[in-house]
């Protein structure tokens, strides 16, 4: 079944063309199992990073890679408050998917 991951991150100020310029490297086409990947600018230094995966096993196996990713971004990336620190993460399986 489908499975989906989307991640909030707000870069530091004067970060946001680094922050996409990482994420341009980011071979997401080596990771087995991913099926699309979209990096949306939710506001002016806010982004959530959007994936699709074939599965939940797909998604968990790319972790690594993710994470070694995420630790490049690290240094430009600020604080979220509220205790949840530099990434807002969410992953799950689709329920519905309404193709238009």
Request: aromatic letters at 6%; glycine letters at 8%.
């Amino acid at each position: 079944m489908t499975a989906m991951n989307v991640v909030h991150m707000r870069v530091k100020p004067g970060q946001e063309a680094e922050y996409v310029r990482l994420h341009r490297e980011l071979d997401v086409r080596a990771m087995p199992g991913a099926r699309n990947f979209w990096l949306v600018r939710s506001g002016e230094r806010s982004f959530i990073v959007v994936a699709e995966w074939d599965s939940l096993d797909a998604l968990a196996a790319a972790r690594p890679t993710m994470i070694a990713n995420l630790d490049r971004l690290r240094p430009i990336l600020e604080d979220l408050g509220g205790g949840r620190g530099l990434t807002e993460p969410w992953s799950g399986e689709v329920a519905l998917h309404v193709q238009v």
